[in-house]
């Protein structure tokens, strides 16, 4: 479900949703683990439900062999897709196809050009703190530890 509350608060932010739908692209968005108090934010110039598609295949292709995580495919995913599929396999022991669905629910946090859609995915990745073990992005686009300042808007 796409921006299904008016707002959400993450990382201690509070934050409402920005306007689309899952045919929205050039965004920055919020996935919300309904099992505990983590998020993850990503990018995409695609659709958001083909970003959406993306994430939950990774979950299935852990689910449906746990040792893709030996491969070079799984080492050197630098789009952080198999995040989501690890937080609920690591964190909460789901191991069922329907738990992506079930679990997570996202919102778009900002409509964004192309031109400045990864430092905005950065800011907010900082912002709301969602790199690990804060939350479950495992990368952050800059590969930037996190910062201990206090984001303008």
Do not use: W
């Amino acid at each position: 479900v796409v921006g299904d509350k008016e707002r959400h608060v993450v990382g201690g932010v509070g934050m409402g949703p920005a306007l689309g739908t899952c045919s929205t692209y050039n965004i920055v968005y919020c996935f919300v683990c309904s099992k505990c108090p983590k998020y993850y934010v990503g990018r995409s110039v695609r659709p958001l439900r083909d970003r959406t598609t993306e994430h939950r295949t990774k979950f299935y292709k852990l689910l449906d062999n746990p040792s893709i995580k030996l491969t070079n495919e799984y080492k050197d995913d630098e789009s952080d897709t198999y995040s989501l599929g690890e937080h609920l396999i690591e964190d909460h022991q789901l191991c069922n196809k329907s738990d992506f669905n079930d679990t997570y629910s996202i919102f778009i946090l900002m409509n964004s050009s192309t031109t400045t859609l990864e430092e905005n995915e950065h800011k907010f990745i900082h912002k709301l703190r969602t790199v690990k073990p804060f939350g479950i992005n495992s990368n952050d686009p800059f590969g930037l530890p996190i910062l201990n300042v206090n984001f303008q808007d």
